[in-house]
């Protein structure tokens, strides 16, 4: 019984961890590495997951503590006294396959949406993951109509600069 | 509205996003890591408490320090009035 609580947490780490690290990588910019951001969000779930009650599905709750911790992350590491969060139980390893016209793909993608405002990019990051624009509404505060009409002009800007760089 | 290619193009981005996470292997060694996160836990509330003391201590000795000026004021005004009269 005293475990379910702990193999919950574990269920919903793995079953996330690979749109946590999506989240993570377009975040990551040089010398913060998607490694140590994938870290710090593990943390903050682990923190918060006591006091998630369900009033939101829990992968849009997942979404919002990670986009959090991205944004905020380069602040805290300017904070003198903050200290960043290594866990070593945490491995990520690059697989042999990698294919580096597929990074070159990545980085040009990255690119392109670096050039976004910031709420610009949470909105296209969760639009990425398949979150609904209902979704993406509760997870920025921003209305259902309001997504809608920046994701029109942030898929513009996108096909306008991808194309531009990759084909 | 977006022209074929458009929606061609657009496919490809969502294709190279699902991707941008199948280039490394994720692997978490879950009990421990639940010990680390509970270590890690406890450390923080530790360093929060321990912040909040510095903080009180800090303040408290500010506040001790003003009231004695405080009162040194008051002392050297009255002993004025004194020595005036």
Same mark, same amino acid.
């Given at each position: 019984?005293?475990?379910? @609580? ?8 793995? =079953?996330?961890?690979?749109? /946590? $690290? ?9 010398? /913060? ?15 918060? $997951? ?6 939101? =599905? ?5 979404? *919002?503590? =990670? ?26 390893? @690059? ?9 070159? *793909? ?16 949470? /909105? ?23 997504? =809608?009409? *920046? ?15 990759? *084909? | ?24 292997? &994720? ?6 890591? !639940?010990?680390? !996160? ?9 360093? #929060? ?6 903080? &009180? ?13 405080? #009162? ?14």
């Amino acid at each position: 019984m005293q475990n379910q @609580p702990n193999q919950a947490f574990e269920e919903l780490i793995e =079953a996330n961890k690979g749109r /946590i $690290y999506r989240v993570c990588r377009i975040y990551a910019v040089n010398p /913060i590495e998607p490694e140590d951001l994938f870290q710090e969000v593990v943390y903050q779930i682990w923190r918060s $997951y006591a006091s998630f009650k369900g009033e939101s =599905a829990i992968n849009t709750w997942i979404y *919002k503590i =990670a986009l959090n911790v991205c944004i905020r992350f380069k602040e805290k590491l300017n904070k003198r006294n903050d200290k960043t969060i290594r866990l070593n139980a945490i491995h990520v390893i @690059p697989k042999e396959t990698t294919n580096t016209y597929d990074d070159e *793909k990545y980085n040009a993608l990255r690119s392109c949406i670096s050039t976004l405002k910031p709420i610009d990019k949470s /909105i296209v990051v969760l639009s990425l993951e398949e979150l609904s624009y209902k979704e993406i509404a509760k997870v920025t505060g921003l209305s259902e109509n309001h997504i =809608a009409v *920046k994701m029109k002009r942030i898929r513009k800007v996108l096909l306008n600069c991808i194309t531009k760089k990759i *084909k | 509205m977006e022209n074929r290619e458009q929606q061609k193009t657009w496919e490809d981005i969502k294709n190279i996003w699902n991707n941008s996470s199948e280039n490394k292997e &994720i692997n978490i060694q879950m009990s421990e890591l !639940l010990i680390e !996160l509970k270590e890690k836990t406890s450390q923080f509330e530790k360093d #929060a408490i321990r912040k909040d003391v510095e903080l &009180i201590k800090g303040t408290m000795s500010q506040f001790e320090k003003k009231i004695i000026t405080s #009162a040194f004021k008051f002392v050297r005004r009255i002993i004025q009035k004194f020595k005036g009269n």
